[in-house]
């Protein structure tokens, strides 16, 4: 285990909190203002990880901290950390068998998608097919106007081939949608169709993160959510609505050269997933041999 001096962990600890906390408390004023943002609210509505726990830094379980002569420890939890004498770390009696079980299938996901071929031809389309044959007040963003109108929409939306392999993604298609996609992926289908050129696949790297906390520790975590926003930029800058008052300028995939912006975009950003994934699955890889001794559940629940 590694000890961490107390300097080391608090100058952890506020580095954490400058990556994350500008984005957290932004999205805490607008809920309380009753306002919402078409681009960030989507990485604290559709990722579950509440805000307060994405600001607080925790080591992971491999780290403990040095905590002599400190008396105000509120910040760690007395359910998931555990004091010895001079060291704080966390309490391996809070691990359930079922985490442990989570552990192994996100190992085995982030193992499967790095050895499957990235696909770049799907162009971001999925944002389209949510949309596809629904009026601008049925529309999920309706507070904005689309870059095309419905016509136009579903005219391009026809002359592409929908590809989409994420079944988060392509459960949000209309219903009209669904049956002009190539591929129709359900939930338990994922360790089948995930793959690394998808967007979202790469954001749910933040997904997977998250719930495996605290034992990941929020370094990690803060990496893989600064990799979700910049999924989540791309992805609306891309998608059929008109953002460019919120200060993003649309890449137009209706055009050739559009489509080609958008590939080479999502070549580089499967660049940058691709270490996190790795580095997830070794933290997994990690972890799982660390408990041996701890019974795995042969199933797991709905994830």
Not at 100 to 107: C, R
Not at 127 to 132: N, S
Not at 183 to 205: I, K, S, V, W
Request: include cysteine; charge should be neutral.
């Amino acid at each position: 285990m590694n000890h961490l001096s107390l300097e080391n962990w608090t100058e952890r600890a506020r580095a954490h909190q400058k990556l994350v906390s500008p984005m957290a408390d932004a999205f805490l004023q607008r809920r309380a203002l009753g306002q919402k943002h078409p681009v960030y609210d989507f990485l604290f509505t559709y990722y579950t990880f509440s805000p307060a726990k994405l600001k607080l830094w925790v080591p992971s379980f491999e780290e403990s901290l040095w905590i002599e002569g400190l008396e105000d420890l509120s910040c760690f939890g007395e359910y998931w950390f555990k004091r010895d004498g001079r060291s704080l770390f966390l309490n391996p009696e809070r691990l359930q068998g079922q985490a442990l079980a989570l552990v192994g299938f996100i190992e085995k996901l982030c193992c499967a998608v790095s050895e499957r071929s990235p696909r770049f031809g799907c162009f971001g389309l999925h944002e389209w097919a949510m949309v596809y044959h629904l009026s601008q007040n049925e529309i999920r963003h309706a507070g904005y106007r689309l870059r095309l109108s419905s016509e136009e929409i579903a005219l391009f939306v026809e002359s592409q081939q929908l590809c989409c392999t994420h079944y988060d993604a392509y459960r949000f298609f209309t219903s009209d949608a669904k049956p002009l996609n190539v591929f129709q992926p359900t939930l338990q289908d994922r360790m089948l169709y995930e793959q690394a050129g998808c967007l979202h696949a790469n954001m749910d790297l933040y997904k997977w993160a998250t719930k495996l906390w605290p034992w990941v520790g929020s370094d990690l975590i803060a990496k893989t959510f600064l990799l979700a926003l910049e999924g989540r930029e791309l992805d609306m800058r891309a998608s059929p609505y008109d953002l460019r008052q919120e200060g993003y300028d649309p890449i137009c995939i209706e055009t050739e050269a559009g489509r080609k912006q958008y590939q080479g975009l999502q070549q580089k950003y499967t660049e940058r997933a691709k270490e996190l994934r790795q580095e997830l699955a070794a933290f997994c890889s990690r972890f799982i041999s660390s408990q041996k001794n701890v019974c795995i559940p042969s199933r797991l629940s709905s994830i």
